[in-house]
């Protein structure tokens, strides 16, 4: 069953932290890149994070670099993003997705990404 799923989105005041998880399942977490990304309202779908096949490589988009931090535990099948210091400007859908590269190179485009999980929403407040 070829599948990621997010899960840990929800509420939470500005300042916050949630912790949010990409479990995974059928195919071999250690082949892929894994990239989080997000949409909120109106706009564009964009990067986060990504993480390499064993985790050496990791990639953070400008607005969350220094407040989120991505890892993954291969033996568990699941990838994780920590969101510390959350802003209203968070706000969105997020989703993880799968792609074949050995490196994180050029993670902003997500259309290099093909298997997409379906999303877990996460909203600031003021």
């Known amino acids: 069953q070829l599948a990621l799923v997010e899960s840990g989105g929800g509420l939470v005041q500005s300042g916050g932290s949630l912790k949010l998880s990409c479990t995974t399942s059928?195919?071999?977490?250690?082949?892929?890149?894994i990239g989080w990304f997000r949409q909120a309202p109106g706009k564009e779908r964009e990067g986060v994070s990504c993480t390499s096949l064993g985790g050496e490589d990791t990639k953070y988009a400008v607005s969350v670099k220094g407040r989120f931090t991505i890892t993954r535990d291969n033996t568990r099948n699941t990838v994780y993003l920590q969101m510390d210091k959350l802003t209203t400007e968070d706000t969105a859908v997020y989703y993880c997705?799968?792609?074949?590269?050995?490196?994180?190179?050029?993670?902003?485009?997500?259309?290099?990404?093909?298997?997409w999980g379906q999303g877990t929403q996460v909203t600031v407040s003021s």
């Open positions: 059928g195919f071999r977490l250690e082949d892929y890149t």
């Open positions: 997705a799968r792609r074949p590269f050995l490196h994180c190179e050029g993670f902003m485009h997500p259309e290099s990404f093909s298997v």
